[in-house]
């Protein structure tokens, strides 16, 4: 008889040989900054989220920095949106204003910026429009406009969600020649047409305006598909490749993680945290436990980078056990 117990019969034993641990720096935390004054705004689908504007920023800010995360996700919210999304690339715009304000305070703190022209269309599709049709090619020049953008106001990495063909080499070459040779791509390669994203709209004001977006995020059923995506947008030139969403798709993680050896990030979306926030506010469930074990299975599952609303809290907990 081979004894499996013998190495779970002590609490020490078992951290002993733990296979699969999630550390701080492998977390990152979105935040939505709104334009405008004194907003401090509560995601109603979201509990603990909040859409920010710059002049209140600074205790979230000082909490990230704090919990010894790697830095965050910024997605603007602006007052002005348009059919082309001209405010995604203004110089002067909310994220990119945003971004100069925390890397004045906060230096060395990692900013990831979302490159998509959802948030600031007025459609609230990801790329330009002709009709009922989401053009592809007519995209791109927007999206590297718009990466060159929040490079110049100081984004650490670009990460464009759009799911726009091609749009990765694109934005390479754009960065490369406006002088971001340095910047990091950390591209939303397999990002599904997913339920998951409800609660996010709400945060972001992104809800399509008509039809969906299954036209270019992928179906949630194809598998080999996702594959595709994720080896196209690493021969492109992307530094990290990422799986959207997490928790239903840890098969395609782990087989991203055998096909690549690019850093796989995935997004643990916001319908993912808010189903797991609405159980514990019921008493279902025992949050901190679910949680964590929701890391370690995106860990285990190969993921070397999480994306979570969950951050600040695992921060916190990860802290505990020390």
Not at 29 to 48: C, H, L, Q, R, W
Not at 99 to 122: F, G, H, Q
Request: glycine share 6%.
């Amino acid at each position: 008889m081979e004894r499996m117990r013998r190495l779970r019969q002590s609490k020490a034993i078992r951290d002993m040989v733990e296979e699969t641990r999630v550390n701080k720096k492998d977390l990152i935390y979105p935040i939505f900054v709104a334009e405008g004054e004194n907003i401090k705004t509560p995601v109603d689908s979201m509990p603990g989220v909040y859409q920010y504007s710059i002049d209140n920023l600074d205790p979230i800010l000082k909490e990230i920095n704090d919990s010894k995360i790697s830095g965050l996700l910024i997605f603007g919210v602006p007052k002005h949106k348009d059919e082309v999304g001209s405010s995604a690339y203004d110089d002067n715009g909310i994220t990119q204003n945003a971004i100069r304000y925390i890397k004045s305070k906060y230096p060395n703190m990692i900013v990831v910026a979302d490159v998509c022209l959802c948030e600031y269309t007025s459609h609230g599709h990801c790329g330009v429009v002709d009709g009922d049709e989401i053009l592809n090619d007519a995209t791109l020049p927007l999206l590297c406009k718009m990466s060159v953008s929040l490079a110049k106001a100081g984004a650490d990495i670009i990460a464009p969600s759009d799911m726009m063909d091609g749009r990765v080499e694109a934005i390479r070459d754009s960065l490369d020649h406006n002088g971001f040779i340095n910047t990091p791509i950390m591209a939303y390669s397999a990002k599904f047409a997913s339920a998951y994203y409800s609660p996010f709209r709400d945060a972001a004001d992104s809800c399509p305006h008509f039809g969906d977006r299954k036209s270019y995020q992928m179906n949630v059923a194809n598998g080999r598909e996702a594959l595709r995506e994720i080896l196209a947008d690493d021969y492109e030139g992307a530094d990290m490749l990422m799986v959207k969403p997490a928790l239903a798709f840890l098969d395609i993680i782990a087989k991203a993680k055998e096909y690549t050896n690019k850093p796989i990030v995935t997004y643990n979306v916001s319908g993912e945290y808010s189903m797991v926030k609405a159980a514990a506010q019921n008493g279902w469930i025992d949050e901190k436990k679910i949680v964590m074990e929701n890391m370690i299975g995106m860990k285990r599952a190969g993921a070397d980078i999480i994306i979570t609303y969950h951050a600040l809290d695992v921060a916190k907990w990860l802290d505990e056990e020390e």
